[in-house]
């Protein structure tokens, strides 16, 4: 006979399992995946650092070269000139159809010198253009005896005068004015210069010729002194 209060025996309930959320199991293939990804995005990290390195290189050098070209063109532009050459009085220092640069403002900052091949507008005709070499200054006296050039009775060196170009022939003497310049091509039987048309006012003197482009084989500066070289 069962006792009221006798109390049955509890029946163990077996512990609660507690089952994580799917979304916190890490398992062992997932974390070896991760690793793998960081293992690839590190690679891929270092091989894209070089090319992006010379993208930048690139583009520094692209920029600089831009500056260069447009300095370059502003030079050009505003303080050389390009023209060419048309004629033979100027053999042997330029050739028919020769490139040259021409500076238009060195004779802002410097005189006029004997010796200087400048480009100036034809006294008897400003819509054309000669170039020549200076031979007389203002106020000085020339004089040609048999092809040699004297000036306040002195000779003048002329080593950018051929001897197959000379001309023997007699001239002057004369004066130079003021603010003018007697002027001279260096193939003097083959020249139309101020023997023919006079002394060149320095007002219609631009230019000094200072370089020489094309062809490649007259490529090189123009010197004042020294053109039997070329």
Known sequence: ?????????????????????SSSVVTFSQLTANVRIGQSDSTAAERLAPLHSLRNEIR?????????????????????QPVKVEGTSMAPLLSDQERIFINKFVYRFEPIQRGDVVVFWYPLDHSKSFIKRVVGLPGEAVEIRQGAVYVNGKI????????????????????VPKDNYFVMGDHRISSNDSRVFGPVASRFIYGRAVFAYWPVDHFGSLSTTEANTK
Do not use: C, N
């Not at 069962?2 to 994580?20: C, G, L, M, N, S």
């Not at 003048?156 to 004066?175: C, H, I």
């Open 60 to 80: 520094v050098w692209t920029r600089d070269l831009l500056i260069a070209v447009g300095l370059a063109l502003v030079i050009i532009v505003f303080l050389y």
């Open 156 to 175: 003048v060196p002329e080593p950018y005068v051929p001897p197959q170009y000379e001309d023997l022939s007699d001239f002057g003497p004369v004066r």
């Open 1 to 21: 006979m069962e006792r009221p209060d006798e109390k049955q025996p509890a029946i163990p309930t077996p512990p609660d399992t507690h089952v994580p959320a």
